[in-house]
């Protein structure tokens, strides 16, 4: 005689609805969106721990909108908070109990995965710090106004780029890239007056593509890994390399070593576009190319 099914149907449901409840307790999506009002500026602090954060260009008339999909128990809607003061924006974007923390301008934390998607006004001026420990960055300022852009990654694999030139002048961009592989596309269109890379162990690539009419210089620092430096044949260039024996420095032949680790390419002084590179390296590999 067949065993009766119901009690193993019975079972098979209630697993089934643990299961499908588990699910959706660990599973959040969050949408927000802050409208822009008297705001001259923004100060945004992103800080994600381990998740896929990417940055772009919005509408206009929206200052910051987030499309959110984590992993966690943290009700989203208590963990973004926005002030205005002195009319700067403040957009605290924050999980843990540093929530109430108003120094911070944009602050992401406390999630241990999933995707954040934000989208910037390109209306007013923004200051980014951007913070990524392990996940992947996907950073598109083109189209913005940035101001300031400060960006330290761990262990991620990143993508920052200006496919045009930024609205803003940048004094300081500072660019922190650890167990990474990170690459800059079109960095002259950052307008910055001065850059600083330093990369540990990774593979790194800086192409200072872009429209410029000014002089720029940029120190960079890598300790045991590679970096590509592409630089466009309009753009006049001067690298200084601190060579060492444990490090390997190959340089393109359109450059002439007018003294010991100073190099120059053949337009230097009479382009009006001017680029200065300073280059530390530990152990690896530095390469810098025209393109």
């Known amino acids: 005689m067949a065993k009766p099914r119901l009690p193993y149907l019975i079972v098979t449901a209630v697993a089934a609805l643990l299961t499908l409840g588990f699910m959706y307790a660990f599973t ?20 994600v721990g381990f998740a896929k954060l990417s940055i772009a260009h919005g509408k206009s008339a929206v200052l910051f909108r987030s499309e959110i999909s984590t992993e966690g128990k943290e009700d989203l809607a208590k963990c973004i908070d926005y002030a205005i003061r002195d009319g700067v924006g403040y957009l605290n974007v924050n999980s843990s109990e540093e929530r109430h923390n108003k120094k911070k301008s944009l602050h992401i934390s406390g999630f241990d995965s999933g995707t954040w998607e934000t989208y910037f006004t390109d209306e007013i001026p923004i200051s980014f ?27 991620s694999s990143v ?50 593509g872009g429209s ?10 890598v300790g045991l890994g590679s970096i590509t430096v592409l630089i466009p044949q309009n753009i006049g260039a001067r690298i200084i390399y601190e060579k060492n024996i444990i ?29 200065n590179l300073h280059i530390d390296a530990g152990l690896g590999t530095v390469k810098i190319r025209r393109n």
Do not use: W
């Not at 959040?28 to 100060?43: A, D, G, P, V």
């Not at 410029?212 to 620092?221: L, N, R, S, V």
């Not at 390997?248 to 576009?273: A, G, K, P, R, T």
């Open 159 to 208: 993508t920052l780029r200006f496919d045009t030139p930024n609205k803003s002048e940048i004094e300081e961009l500072t660019i922190e890239a650890g167990l990474s592989k990170f690459e800059g596309k079109n960095l002259c269109n950052a307008n910055f007056r001065h850059m600083k890379f330093e990369g540990g162990v990774g593979s790194y690539r800086l192409d200072f």
């Open 129 to 155: 710090d951007v913070e990524l420990g392990l996940g992947k960055g996907d950073f598109d300022f083109t189209g913005l106004s940035v101001k300031d852009l400060n960006l330290s990654a761990g262990a």
């Open 212 to 221: 410029i009419e000014k002089e720029m210089d940029a120190d960079i620092e």
């Open 247 to 275: 490090s390997h420095f190959d340089i393109d032949s359109e450059f002439s070593e007018q003294s010991e680790d100073n190099y120059i390419s053949s337009n230097y002084y009479s382009s009006s576009s001017k680029i």
């Open 28 to 47: 959040l999506s969050y949408h927000k969106e802050i409208n822009l009002s008297n705001e001259r500026e923004l100060k945004a602090n992103l800080e």
